[in-house]
């Protein structure tokens, strides 16, 4: 096995695992332990450091992956290219940090209802961000040098166990509010801390300039792609942080802990859909270097149609039984958001099932208007936000962030149809559609049990035979059949 297939199966392994975890500590494990005032300071204190790590980083994280191949020789330290990809950034970081302390009364005053609990932590942000960008761009040089598994680690299960540690630290009163944000700031640095250590060991840490370093590649052409992928970063980044931001500045951090706790739960929704677009994209790049239309048309369709399947059932299996989960938390103040979860898990439905129009966009010739359909995005986001925010709440953010993705999801599912004529809808779409409001309805009449355990187990049982069946009897979906008879050649007694 190669290192790109073993690093693939490394990161798709920790993905994963990363991602439940993920979904158990935010969803479960801290808000049973953080008040939603706390979580919403924390998972804001991470947004805006996030934004501001992407402004100075000017697009270099890219830059680092597209441009390390011209760079490459381990003999002579790359060229110089680990200063270059840390120097510029750096600059940046020194500018971006002048208009952050700044702009300090301006930015205060969008928290002024929360400033007990924020001012604290202002100038502590800058820190955040400095061992966030540090990261980053160590994260994408070790990309390019084919050793990504090991950054998946650190930040998808090594920060995410740490995390848990530093919520069990203060829920038992070990650690003070103000000790735990400063350790959970610190992790960042540790993160940072144990990148270089690996580097080190792997005799990659070339930190000596090199003036061959500006004969290689111009350093126009570096800055000229940084300022596209910055657009590009900064459009998605706006697209999943910013309704959290605006639900911070316009209601409180309490309110922010309750949305994001509802986001996370409605993220087991994307596992699926992660799944088939790591699979997409390679066949989809593939299908335009042949220029084989045909063949990705029926892959459009059949993408479409599994994660439909798989969409409604995890969407009704978790809508179904939103009150045993908020259960499992504890805390009856969270259970505001189970109206947003319902909305949010609606939004990357949508988006899912027809997440792979966007992999054809970015993977086509016209790849350019992916970056018009992601900036476009944003600023509906924006928009939507400002206004659904004040009058609905939380629930106004999670209808901005449903109907963002719908026009956006039509707009490039139109692009596609008129581009190149391919579209992925077809009868066996609705038939798989009545299937799941009808297995849906099915377990919504179950009666609610005095153990809620039961209920949700029973639930889960009618909905997963009700769905099965109809789907089986129906052929609404093929794959559902080749599995059905895989597992029955593998396990049924003979």
């Excluded at 939603?36 to 994280?61: C, K, S």
């Excluded at 500045?249 to 677009?277: D, E, K, M």
């Excluded at 045909?294 to 939103?322: E, P, Q």
């Amino acid at each position: 096995m190669g290192i790109l297939q073993r690093q693939g199966l490394r990161n798709t392994v920790i993905s994963y695992v990363g991602l439940g975890l993920g979904f158990v500590n935010t969803a479960f494990v801290l808000p049973r332990l953080l008040a939603p005032d706390e979580i919403g300071l924390t998972r804001t204190l991470v947004q805006i450091a996030t934004i501001y790590a992407q402004v100075a980083a000017l697009g270099f994280g890219s830059v680092g992956i597209r441009f390390f191949p011209y760079f490459r020789n381990r003999e002579t330290g790359h060229h110089g290219f680990l200063p270059l990809l840390l120097g510029l950034p750096m600059l940046g970081f020194g500018v971006v940090t002048a208009l952050y302390l700044l702009g300090r009364p301006l930015v205060l005053r969008q928290y002024e209802h929360e400033s007990a609990l924020f001012n604290p932590y202002y100038f502590w942000v800058v820190l955040l961000a400095f061992f966030t960008l540090l990261y980053s761009l160590l994260e994408s040089y070790l990309r390019a040098l084919y050793h990504s598994s090991f950054t998946a680690f650190v930040q998808d299960i090594g920060q995410r166990v740490l995390t848990i540690i530093l919520a069990v630290l203060y829920g038992k009163g070990l650690l003070s509010f103000h000790e735990f944000v400063l350790a959970f700031i610190s992790l960042y640095a540790f993160n940072v801390l144990v990148t270089v250590l690996y580097l080190l060991y792997i005799g990659e840490l070339h930190l000596r300039p090199n003036a061959a370093v500006l004969r290689v590649q111009p350093l126009k052409t570096l800055v000229g792609y940084g300022g596209f992928a910055l657009l590009s970063n900064m459009s998605g980044l706006i697209i999943t942080s910013i309704d959290t931001l605006m639900v911070g500045a316009q209601i409180n951090f309490a309110a922010t802990g309750v949305y994001t706790t509802a986001a996370y739960i409605s993220t087991a929704l994307v596992i699926p859909f992660r799944a088939l677009n790591k699979i997409a994209f390679p066949l989809l790049a593939d299908y335009w270097k042949q220029q084989d239309l045909t063949r990705m048309a029926d892959f459009y369709r059949r993408a479409t149609r599994l994660g439909t399947v798989l969409g409604c059932y995890l969407a009704l299996g978790i809508g179904l039984n939103l009150d045993f989960i908020y259960g499992l938390i504890g805390k009856p103040e969270y259970a505001a958001g189970a109206v947003s979860v319902l909305l949010l898990m609606a939004g990357r439905l949508i988006d899912g099932i027809t997440g792979v129009n966007g992999l054809i966009v970015v993977t086509s010739p016209r790849y350019r208007f992916d970056l018009i359909f992601n900036l476009s995005l944003a600023v509906i986001t924006v928009v939507l936000n400002l206004v659904l925010i004040p009058p609905m709440g939380i629930t106004g953010a999670a209808l901005a962030t449903l109907l963002a993705m719908t026009a956006i999801n039509i707009a490039r599912t139109w692009f596609v149809w008129y581009a190149y004529r391919m579209q992925p809808f077809s009868m066996r779409i609705l038939l798989v559609l009545g299937i799941a409001a009808a297995a849906g309805l099915a377990a919504w009449l179950v009666p609610t049990l005095p153990s809620a355990f039961l209920t949700m187990v029973l639930r889960s049982a009618v909905l997963t035979g009700t769905y099965g069946g109809l789907l089986l009897l129906t052929n609404a979906e093929p794959e559902v059949i080749q599995l059905w008879q895989k597992t029955r050649s593998r396990f049924w007694l003979k």
